[in-house]
């Protein structure tokens, strides 16, 4: 766990102390930087600390043949943090672990492509897909497929690709 905390949020490391007696587990969480380390309560951290550890524990938890559902993992991850969640995904879903995953984050699913890329992640376990309405607000669902070099066989529109239109408004 105390690999992908860091991989997710640099710098971080937590550590437990179990109180037996009271039936208690307490959690620190340290920030090291340099020669400073400073220790935090988890009521002292930001939110995405406290909402990414369950996740990476359930994912590192799980075994093949079990079935995780995740919404939004990407809350409150900073974007480099966004996209190693994606190959912590990745690498839990290659383990045979069964996940559907509801994300609005393009660092998600660019973590996913690389994991594809990198052998790390068969393709054909991975299936996206992108609902949208069409002018009369029935539903249209299109399934987009990570190739082996990580690229997407096409783009719907409006699936992630904000940026490119932002760039091409400002020039």
């Known amino acids: 766990m105390e690999k992908w905390l860091s991989e ?3 710098g971080l490391k937590i550590s437990f102390e179990d109180y037996d007696r009271a039936n208690l587990l307490g959690l620190q969480i340290r920030q090291t ?3 400073i380390i400073q220790s935090y309560s988890p009521l002292n ?3 995405g600390i406290s909402y990414i ?3 990476i524990v359930t994912l590192l938890k799980a075994e093949e043949g079990d079935l995780v559902i995740l919404e939004n993992p990407e809350a409150h991850l900073h974007p480099k943090g966004q996209r ?3 190959e912590l995904i990745s690498k839990a879903a290659n383990g045979g672990v069964q996940i559907i995953l509801e994300t609005h984050s393009d660092h998600i699913l660019n973590g996913i492509r690389l994991s594809a890329r990198n052998k790390e992640i068969d393709p054909e376990k991975v299936q996206l897909y992108y ?4 002018q009369d607000m029935k539903p249209v669902v299109e399934n987009p497929i990570i190739q082996p ?3 997407l066989n096409f783009w719907p529109d409006g ?3 904000e940026w490119d239109k932002a760039i091409d408004e400002m020039f």
């Open 45 to 47: 951290v930001g939110f």
């Open 33 to 35: 930087g340099g020669d």
């Open 84 to 86: 190693k969640m994606g």
């Open 159 to 161: 699936f992630f690709d």
């Open 149 to 151: 070099d990580g690229r």
């Open 8 to 10: 997710i949020s640099p």
């Open 53 to 55: 550890l369950p996740i």
């Open 131 to 134: 609902f949208s309405k069409d």
